[in-house]
Structure formats: structure tokens, C-alpha cells
């Protein structure tokens, strides 16, 4: 059984750092594209970032570009996300996802609140 799950979360000042992580099981994780994937309230998902299989080859949405940093560690079947100058409008449900442009598992998410 695919399992994503995400963590990390919390309620951070504007300006402050968080550092996601998504612990997969049930697949050959270092066989996947994976994404990082938000819904802020009232809103439809965003593609936050996304990451080949061997993790070498990296995407942004224009929105956190040079704030976001999304890596994985293949050996410990994880994905990360650095978040780093966080905004109020950073806030949201942050999932991860198997697959780039399209998904095929999404994690339970974890949520992100970025409030003064």
C-alpha cells in the first residue's frame, strides 16, 4: 500500500523558516518524481515544487522561487521541503504527491499557518 505522509507543520511568524517532510512507503521511492502540492483556503491546489527521481532536476512555482528548497534522501524513502521567508499567503495544506505534472497518491497533508 502507497503511503505518503507529511509533517512538519506549524504556526510560524512571517519571515520564519519551517522544514517539511514526507515519509513514503509502499513503492520504489527513488523510482519517483515527486511534488510538493498546497491549498490555501477557499482556493484550488498549487504545484509548489517538484523533484526528479535522482533529484537532480528541480521546479518552483514563480510564487516561492528562492524561498522554497525541495530535496529527498532516496536512502531514507524521504522528501523535503525548506521553507524559508515565509508569507501569510505561504499558508495553506501543504501535501506531497507521487508524479510532477500529474498525481497518482497524495499524502494526508500537514498545515502550514503563517501569522503575526
Known amino acids: 500500500e502507497v503511503q505518503l505522509q507529511a509533517s512538519g507543520g506549524g504556526l510560524v511568524q512571517p519571515g520564519g523558516s519551517l522544514r517539511l517532510s514526507c515519509a513514503a512507503s509502499?513503492?520504489?521511492?527513488?523510482?519517483?518524481?515527486m511534488s510538493w502540492v498546497r491549498q490555501a483556503p477557499g482556493k484550488g491546489p498549487e504545484r509548489v515544487s517538484a523533484?526528479?527521481?535522482?533529484?537532480?532536476?528541480?521546479y518552483y512555482a514563480d510564487s516561492v522561487k528562492g524561498r522554497f528548497t525541495i530535496s529527498r534522501d532516496n536512502a531514507k524513502n524521504t522528501l523535503y521541503l525548506q521553507m524559508n521567508s515565509l508569507k501569510s499567503e505561504d499558508t495553506a495544506v501543504y501535501y506531497c504527491?507521487?508524479?510532477?505534472?500529474?498525481?497518482?497518491?497524495w499524502g494526508k497533508g500537514t498545515q502550514v499557518t503563517v501569522s503575526s
Open positions: 523533484i526528479n527521481s535522482g533529484g537532480g532536476s528541480t
Open positions: 504527491a507521487r508524479g510532477r505534472l500529474g498525481y497518482d497518491y
Open positions: 509502499g513503492f520504489t521511492f527513488g523510482s519517483y518524481d
